[in-house]
């Protein structure tokens, strides 16, 4: 794990000092280049900004749970899913596409609200990213009998059935070029999969290529919630 976070940061550090050279060996001189290369530096700290903010939000959730810090009480579902379809609602706009909530009102589970919204604010970032203008996507609430589903829907780009095994994975990543382009860390579903585990519920995922994804949230019920 070490020796992959060191790969990622070394990437954007490597440019950063290329093109700070680059500026000081003369570039700077000459506004447009200049203007140019600060803008290229700066898309690389702020890749280097996110990677650092994924990181310690990926250890803080590892640390209060294995420390039993991490509390969950009856909350209701649908305001969860407002909430994170709020906190994207720029970035769906952005792109023109609709964010639809179908979940009843009366839906219960044991959650950690915080945490909950903030895997469901990833799975949301990543269905606007994969999808195309336009198309909708979707956040459902539905109850079976042992477990409260979430789903997070899109009719996107789809993934290969070979890489859904690996996709929880830090810094796995289907497309790398994709993922970087789009602002990704590859640490997104990682978290998502730990804050599941703080819930004693999992995360899975369905998809096809070319037709879209979705991710469900599994929380278990009734005696299973320690
Ligand atoms: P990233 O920061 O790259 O989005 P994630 O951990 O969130 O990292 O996701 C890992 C990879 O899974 C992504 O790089 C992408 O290839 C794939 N992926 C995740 N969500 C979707 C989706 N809704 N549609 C298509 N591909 C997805």
Redesign the pocket.
């Known amino acids: 794990f070490v020796a992959n976070v060191s790969h990622e940061i070394k990437t954007p550090i490597t440019a950063i000092k290329g093109f700070v050279e680059t500026l000081k060996d003369g570039a700077a001189e000459k506004p447009e280049d200049a203007e140019r290369f600060l803008s290229i530096i700066q898309k690389h700290v702020e890749r280097l900004e996110a990677i650092v903010e994924d990181l310690l939000s990926l250890s803080r959730i590892e640390k209060e749970a294995e420390r039993k810090e991490i509390l969950l009480e009856t909350h209701g579902i649908r305001e969860i899913l407002a909430g994170a379809a709020q906190v994207c609602d720029v970035k769906a706009s952005a792109k023109d596409l609709g964010l639809e909530i179908a979940c009843p009102v009366t839906l219960r589970a044991r959650i950690n609200p915080r945490l909950l919204e903030q895997a469901l604010v ?2 949301l ?3 606007i ?3 195309e203008p336009g198309q909708t996507v979707t956040l459902e609430g539905s109850e079976q009998k042992e477990e409260v589903l979430i789903r997070v829907r ?1 009719k ?4 290969e059935r070979r ?1 859904l095994d690996r ?2 994975e830090r810094f ?4 790398q070029a ?2 970087r382009k ?9 978290i998502v999969k730990h804050i599941m585990q703080a819930h004693h519920g999992r995360v899975s995922v369905e ?1 096809k290529l070319g037709s ?2 979705t ?1 469900t949230l599994h929380l278990p019920k009734g005696e299973r919630q320690a």
Do not use: E, M, P, Q
């Open positions: 990833n799975l970032d990543n269905a990213k994969y999808s899109d996107g780009c789809g993934i890489h996709l929880f796995y990543r289907v497309d994709r993922s789009l602002g990704g860390t590859g640490l997104g579903l990682a998809s879209g994804s991710f």
